[in-house]
T-cell receptor, first 115, second 113 residues
Framework: NAGVTQTPKFQVLKTGQSMTLQCAQDMNHNSMYWYRQDPGMGLRLIYYSASEGTTDKGEVPNGYNVSRLNKREFSLRLESAAPSQTSVYFC??????????????FGQGTRLTVV | QKEVEQNSGPLSVPEGAIASLNCTYSDRGSQSFFWYRQYSGKSPELIMSIYSNGDKEDGRFTAQLNKASQYVSLLIRDSQPSDSATYLCAVNFWETGANNLFFGTGTRLTVIP
């Protein structure tokens, strides 16, 4: 039972490079999320997808794009990485069909450093 | 702007004591409330969910919700050194057909043997 799987676990980028963080869940969840976590800032929502085919901005979307490829997969793309995007990125998913029973389950995280 | 507030701590309690963690939230329309535990370098792990006013107990953990006061708390009884972690409060805001889950900054708990 894999749950939520993120790749890669670690990544170092140079300023201006691009990359895509991959996320897949096998729990048949409708909603998926991307968060970043910085020291003292908690988890901040970047983008979310309420269902297959829809995506919406969260609190801190600037510099990111997302794709909900299918129900299982939700990717996060950095088009031109900046040092301010150095962070730990978490993907999460939840059943999300209604306002209740919306426990989110997290992947193991991607530690990204932009130099 | 949806806000979830927690005391960042650190909160230190001796082994065997009760640890009390608190959280307030800004939106009265919030429907679901969660406590996550996060060990250093690991991902958040769900430990409690609560949806209605009152108490919910699960083993050594008790979640308390008061929607009128916009307040949710977590009590950990008989605290163990293995409980030392950061505890994140999360609040679900259901709007426009989508779920948004917002987190507080977390409270770091240290249980002293």
């Amino acid at each position: 039972n894999a749950g939520v799987t993120q790749t890669p676990k670690f990544q170092v980028l140079k300023t201006g490079q691009s990359m895509t963080l991959q996320c897949a869940q096998d729990m048949n969840h409708n909603s998926m999320y991307w968060y970043r976590q910085d020291p003292g800032m908690g988890l901040r929502l970047i983008y979310y997808s309420a269902s297959e085919g829809t995506t919406d901005k969260g609190e801190v979307p600037n510099g990111y794009n997302v794709s909900r490829l299918n129900k299982r997969e939700f990717s996060l793309r950095l088009e031109s990485a900046a040092p301010s995007q150095t962070s730990v990125y978490f993907c999460a998913s939840s059943e999300g069909r209604t306002g209740l029973n919306t426990e989110a389950f997290f992947g193991q995280g991607t530690r990204l450093t932009v130099v | 702007q949806k806000e979830v507030e927690q005391n960042s701590g650190p909160l230190s309690v001796p082994e065997g004591a009760i640890a009390s963690l608190n959280c307030t939230y800004s939106d009265r329309g919030s429907q679901s409330f969660f406590w996550y535990r996060q060990y250093s370098g690991k991902s958040p792990e769900l430990i409690m969910s609560i949806y209605s006013n009152g108490d919910k107990e699960d083993g050594r953990f008790t979640a308390q919700l008061n929607k009128a006061s916009q307040y949710v708390s977590l009590l950990i009884r008989d605290s163990q050194p293995s409980d030392s972690a950061t505890y994140l409060c999360a609040v679900n805001f259901w709007e426009t057909g989508a779920n948004n889950l917002f987190f507080g900054t977390g409270t770091r708990l240290t249980v002293i043997p």
